[in-house]
């Protein structure tokens, strides 16, 4: 991660009860500013109608997040996505491209998004190979979503959002964007 973004100009913790601690990295690059979470990774994702989580085998993820710098308070999304990264342990969730995560209030104040769409990893960030029979770290896009947007692909699918989005023109780091028309 640091390989590809470069070393974090500002980095908040949290732990929640019974989870490992989550960080939440701030990287800037030009107009851009990153937020990466770590830890994560730490444990594997476990199916959730597993009795007994494996501790070796399962999905190891991070999530990344992007947005235009200066136009919203976006440094309080920090909290929101060590939420989301601790999800898997709080919820047994796993974590998955084409997956909606709900945090339940704005990402950050004035934010018209309360969730985020999970994108296919490999572009920014490349998978982090760990000592066999670990499953690498996958770096996972979020993509802020509008609570319509969200419903919207709860009913035709990640990949009919994102067509959409591609269609539409819309930038999704803009951390005040419109929503994407739905009609």
Not at 3 to 21: K, S
Not at 34 to 46: C, E, I, K, V
Not at 107 to 136: H, I, K, N, Q, R
Request: net charge negative; proline share 11%.
């Amino acid at each position: 991660m640091l390989t590809a973004l470069g070393e974090p100009d500002a980095r908040a913790a949290v732990t929640f009860l019974g989870t490992d601690r989550i960080e939440v990295l701030r990287f800037h690059e030009g107009d851009i500013v990153r937020y990466a979470t770590l830890g994560m990774s730490a444990q594997p994702m476990a199916d959730p109608t597993s009795v007994i989580a494996d501790p070796v085998e399962g999905p190891r993820v991070e999530l990344l997040l992007s947005v235009r710098a200066g136009a919203a308070d976006t440094d309080k999304v920090l909290r929101p996505l060590a939420v989301l990264a601790a999800s898997p342990q709080v919820e047994g969730v796993v974590v998955a491209p084409g997956a909606s995560l709900d945090v339940g209030e704005p990402l950050w104040p004035g934010a018209p998004f309360t969730s985020v769409l999970v994108a296919e990893p490999g572009g920014l960030v490349e998978d982090l190979e760990l000592a066999e029979p670990l499953d690498p770290v996958r770096f996972l896009p979020l993509l802020p979503m509008t609570p319509n947007e969200a419903a919207w692909k709860r009913v035709h699918g990640a990949q009919a959002l994102q067509e959409r989005w591609l269609n539409q023109g819309t930038d999704l780091r803009d951390p005040s964007r419109r929503p994407v028309p739905l009609d």
